[in-house]
C-alpha cells in the first residue's frame, strides 16, 4: 500500500484502504443536515417546477404536440399484423390451459380415485354435459 498519493491519481487507480482514507478526507468537516430542514428544503424543491411542466401552459401542449410529431407510428397493415397474432397467440395459450388442465386433473383421478384416465371435451371446458347452452 502506498503512503503518498498522487492528487491527480483518480479513485478508482486507489486501493482499498487508500479511497477509505481519500473518502474520509473528502468529507471530514461536512455536518449532516437537521432532519426538519431536509424536509423543508425537500418540499421547496418539489414546489419548484418548469414552467414546460404545467399543463395549462402553451409551451407544454406545443412540446406535446412535438413530440407526437416525432413518433413513429405503425403502418395500418403492421398494426392488424400484431393484433392477428397477438390473438392467435391469446387463443393457443388458453386452448393449452385448458387441456393440460384436463390431461393432469385425469392423471391426479387415476391415480387418487381409481378413475379410468379419460379426457372428454366435456372435461376440457368443465362443462357437466348435460347442461343446454
Known amino acids: ?3 503518498t498519493q498522487d492528487p491527480a491519481a483518480s479513485i478508482e487507480d486507489l486501493e482499498f484502504e487508500a479511497r477509505l482514507e481519500a473518502l ?3 468529507y471530514e468537516g461536512v455536518v449532516p443536515m437537521d432532519e426538519k430542514e431536509r424536509k423543508a428544503l425537500e418540499e ?3 414546489k419548484i417546477r418548469d414552467p414546460d411542466e404545467n399543463f395549462w401552459n402553451p409551451q407544454f401542449w406545443a412540446m406535446v404536440i412535438e413530440d407526437l410529431k416525432t413518433v413513429e407510428w405503425p403502418s395500418r397493415k403492421k ?3 400484431t393484433f392477428y397474432i397477438s390473438q392467435i397467440a391469446f387463443v393457443s395459450v388458453i386452448l393449452l390451459v385448458l387441456f393440460f388442465d384436463a390431461f393432469f386433473e385425469s ?3 387415476t391415480i387418487l380415485l381409481g378413475e ?3 379426457i372428454t371435451f366435456d372435461k376440457i371446458l368443465k ?3 348435460n347442461n343446454p347452452m
Open 79 to 81: 398494426a392488424f399484423q
Open 107 to 109: 392423471g391426479i383421478r
Open 127 to 129: 362443462s357437466s354435459g
Open 24 to 26: 474520509k478526507k473528502e
Open 44 to 46: 421547496a424543491e418539489a
Open 116 to 118: 379410468p384416465f379419460r
Open 1 to 3: 500500500m502506498q503512503d
